[in-house]
């Protein structure tokens, strides 16, 4: 598996592009991605099961937009496929969810959270859903790694980020 490129919105310091959030930047980087098959994407999980870092299998949209709204990047196809775009085996067994991705900003309550869980979500997130949806459109698998808000994840995430970049 070849992983060139990864995308860091938690500013864990893990060796990969770290972004604020999702923006042009983020979007131009994995829309010219031309060495990897597969992006990682790590961004903070909040309603986690567990104070431990997380894979993603799969999502749901809650955002209410679209990062490929506009022109159609020539990078793909313009509605791409997302079904099965998850990669869950990291070369070590970590708990899996499915987020809600949550627009940036949206801080929901103790109602809305027993609405993402009925919905068949067991945590949320903000910049993973988007820019999965932009590395499917590229044509790219994409391994999601949640991480609780306040966790330092170096010691843990470094050796399967290193594991990932040793097999290509």
């Not at 060139?4 to 979007?27: C, M, N, R």
Request: proline share 8%; aromatic share 4%.
């Amino acid at each position: 598996m070849n992983i060139p490129l990864g995308i860091d919105f938690t500013a864990s310091k893990l060796g990969l592009t770290e972004h604020d959030g999702l923006g042009p930047e983020v979007a131009r980087q994995v829309r010219t991605n031309t060495q990897g098959k597969t992006l990682v994407i790590v961004d903070h999980g909040f309603g986690l099961p567990a104070k431990a870092v997380h894979v993603v299998r799969d999502h749901l949209n809650l955002t209410g937009s679209n990062p490929l709204m506009g022109p159609n990047n020539p990078c793909g196809e313009r509605f791409p496929r997302v079904t099965d775009v998850y990669v869950t085996d990291c070369g070590r067994e970590l708990p899996q969810v499915v987020t809600a991705g949550v627009k940036p900003g949206v801080v929901p309550d103790a109602e809305d959270q027993a609405a993402i869980k009925a919905v068949g979500a067991d945590c949320w997130s903000y910049n993973l859903v988007p820019t999965m949806i932009i590395a499917a459109h590229a044509g790219l698998k994409v391994i999601g790694i949640l991480v609780p808000e306040g966790m330092n994840v170096d010691a843990e995430l470094k050796p399967i980020l290193q594991s990932l970049s040793s097999e290509n």
